[in-house]
Every structure is written in C-alpha cells, then in structure tokens.
C-alpha cells in the first residue's frame, strides 16, 4: 500500500467521523502537505474497490466515506448533515433469512435530528 493510501486510511479509520474528500484532503495534508486533491480521489476510489472503506452520499449530496464495511446503518441529522453508524444485529439475520444466504451490504438510511441539534434546539 503506498503512503498516501495508508495516511489516508488512517485518517478515515482514526474516529467515527464520516468524512467528506475536502476535509480528507486537509487531514491528510497535515502529515504530506503535498498531496494533491486528484491523488486523494483516485486513493479514495481504489480503496473503495478493494472493500476497505465504503462511499456513502450524504443529504447535502457530498460522498462520504466510512471506515467500516461491516453491515450497519446510518443516522443522518436533517439539520446539521452529521452522520452516525448503529446497528441492528437482528436485521442482518432477518435479510439473510429472507435471501436463504448471505448478503454483500446493505443502505439503511434514517433521517433524523441528532441529539446535539436537539439540545440545541430546546434551549432555543
């Protein structure tokens, strides 16, 4: 694995934040301060091909990307576009159940307000 494709996965894999390409890019540039933007994208894609992030699109239509390719799904706040992983053990058995076998992934999306723009909102 090159360098940047592995400074890049450690960004990605360092929190549970779900991050943009931009903000990839000005992590990144943190530790190779002369990493292109096209550099960052065509890494982004390759590690996607070989399963080692997954590209998620956001509610503002940004992709993101998830350290994760475990099945699970997201909490997308409608107000602040936040992103959050849980998961549903039950539901992964219920989809194999229904298949008769195994699953690649699946896209659960719910939308939401997260509880910090909850909070913020009732002391509004």
Known sequence: MTRQRQAILEVIRSDKRHYTAEELLSEVRR??????????????HALEDARLIRRITGEDGSDRYDSSYIPHGHFICSRCKE???????????????LLGDKFDSYELKVRCV???????LREA
Not at 83 to 95: G, M
Request: hydrophobic letters at 30%.
């Open 31 to 44: 530790v190779l301060p002369n990493i292109s933007r096209a550099t960052v994208y065509n890494n982004l």
């Open 83 to 97: 992103i959050y992983d849980f998961e549903i053990p039950e539901f992964s058995s219920t989809l194999e159940g």
């Open 114 to 120: 997260c509880p910090q723009c909850r909070d913020r």
